[in-house]
């Protein structure tokens, strides 16, 4: 039993101790709009805001420990170090990982994607081989493998969608074939919120021979996720979605794959031995972590996962549901709104978030308005701008949820969007 369903279970109400024991960590939420109310954060799926266990490590760390890793004798360098692994195993623990040797630290998810195609890709990709992509895909997962077929010439092709917004999984077979060497797809959409059939998809691919990338960003902070179990060759994930710090996020891949690949970067503390002419490279998983680290987010993305861990995934998972399915009765109860995607009854497991268009109204002057009440919401294409290219539109407005969002929260902003959307069609 997790820490959070023990105090569920004493409490009698697992939702009710979501909100009053975790909330309050993040201190961000105790703002105020310029009206006076209190400031209402829906954009969790653009960046996560961060507990006070994770502010803490931060200053910690830059207060009583810093000093360069894995290069210093002395104490303070050695309790970096064993900070910054203790980071890796946790990240390894997280997803499920066989070793910590599997979990390579990048900048972000995009630098993650980036490595795997350059290293990967360029030694393995030729003319004539595919990657199949989709066309839900975050740019993140669009633009290096765009890069990569410009330099070997393989082929890139993209799996369609459903009438409901979710992947096309007669396209997705109809265009899997024994030329497919690597398939890479978003878990759950940014945009569209769907989350994706993976355990369809994955052996599919393995099936024709085809290696399998996972970007998890938009799962990984709100649903359990084990990569042995996934059975997908490499998955990535932000820590700045998972109540961490910007700045830092990590690649898993299977060992054998990383052993195989050749290092991405070139310079300090990737090699074993240099010399004039040549050099040999340090063991898993250093050899892909060129120069000194992101130590403190290492430091604060591993206090963030320890923090996920101890509410527990499912539970989050649960509320989140819950959530969600509040959101879309609002959403859907106000005249001219279009939601983006599944419904909770079409795919109960879908993310927690609503992308939405106003028939008539601009997305950015949603938002605008909606900020002017205290109220925090994305509007633009969200880095998925083929995908907004399918829905023949520009830009669309977007709430996203999180475990400390509340149902009061959820009414308050239905009915200033319904307010603001009264608003603007009066005066267009």
Not at 182 to 193: C, D, E
Not at 274 to 294: I, M, N, Q, Y
Not at 405 to 416: L, P, Q, Y
């Amino acid at each position: 039993m997790t820490t959070i369903d023990a105090r569920a279970a004493r409490s009698g109400n697992q939702d009710d101790t979501l909100l009053s024991r975790y909330r309050s960590d993040f201190p961000i939420l105790e703002q105020r709009s310029s009206d006076g109310r209190p400031l209402i954060y829906l954009d969790h799926a653009a960046t996560s805001q961060k507990p006070r266990q994770v502010l803490n490590a931060l200053e910690h760390y830059y207060a009583c420990d810093n000093a360069n890793v894995h290069r210093g004798a002395h104490q303070l360098s050695a309790r970096a170090t064993e900070d910054f692994e203790a980071a890796r195993s946790t990240a390894a623990r997280f997803v499920g990982a066989a070793t910590a040797r599997e979990i390579v630290f990048t900048r972000n998810a995009s630098e993650a994607i980036n490595l795997v195609a350059r290293s990967w890709g360029d030694a393995n990709l030729r003319e004539g081989d595919e990657v199949l992509l989709t066309v839900m895909e975050h740019h993140s997962n669009l633009v290096p493998w765009q890069l990569l077929a410009q330099r070997t010439g393989c082929q890139l092709r993209h799996v369609g969608l459903t009438e409901d917004g979710r992947l096309d999984l007669d396209d997705f077979r109809a265009k899997l074939s024994d030329r497919t060497r690597l398939v890479s797809l978003v878990h759950v959409s940014n945009t569209l919120g769907c989350c994706n059939p993976l355990a369809e998809v994955i052996p599919a691919a393995h099936q024709v021979g085809a290696l399998v990338l996972v970007d998890a960003c938009q799962s990984l902070a709100h649903q359990p996720i084990n990569v042995a179990d996934l059975d997908a060759d490499f998955l990535v994930g932000s820590s700045h979605k998972l109540c961490g710090p910007t700045g830092m996020g990590f690649l898993w891949a299977r060992e054998a794959l990383l052993e195989a690949m050749p290092p991405f970067l070139g310079g300090g503390e990737m090699i074993q031995d240099v010399f004039l002419d040549r050099s040999t490279w340090a063991d898993l998983p250093h050899k892909f972590e060129a120069g000194t680290p992101a130590i403190g987010e290492a430091v604060g993305m591993g206090a963030a996962l320890r923090y996920l861990e101890d509410i527990g995934l499912r539970a989050i998972q649960s509320w989140e549901a819950q959530l969600t399915r509040h959101l879309f009765a609002r959403l859907e109860s106000i005249d001219g709104v279009r939601i983006l995607g599944p419904t909770p009854d079409q795919q109960p497991e879908r993310g927690a978030l609503a992308t939405f268009l106003v028939e008539g109204v601009h997305a950015n002057d949603i938002a605008a308005l909606m900020d002017a009440s205290g109220i925090c919401i994305r509007s633009g294409h969200h880095c998925c701008q083929p995908l907004h290219r399918l829905y023949g539109v520009s830009a669309s407005a977007r709430a996203s949820l999180s475990f400390i969002t509340t149902i009061e929260e959820i009414d308050r902003f239905s009915e200033e969007l319904a307010s603001t959307v009264d608003f603007l069609k009066a005066h267009s």
